[in-house]
């Protein structure tokens, strides 16, 4: 089952991460003015640099064939 997002702080992160993750060029400025309804600048830029290591690490396992991703 899906994580079902309680707030609009957690809707606009669900959105992000979800938009981020199918294409990160479709992210938007109103994508990250409604993250920053509830995260700071320095958190907007950490969960974009966490994202974008998870989805680059994961990719290299697909790639490598060390495992499922």
Do not use: C, N, W
Request: charged residues 30%; aromatic residues 6%.
């Amino acid at each position: 089952d899906e994580p079902r997002p309680t707030d609009a702080a957690e809707r606009a992160r669900f959105a992000y991460v979800d938009k981020f993750v199918r294409d990160p060029h479709g992210v938007t400025d109103d994508d990250v003015v409604a993250l920053r309804g509830a995260l700071s600048i320095a958190q907007v830029v950490g969960l974009t640099e966490m994202l974008a290591l998870l989805d680059g690490f994961t990719r290299l396992r697909l790639i490598l064939g060390t495992g499922r991703a």
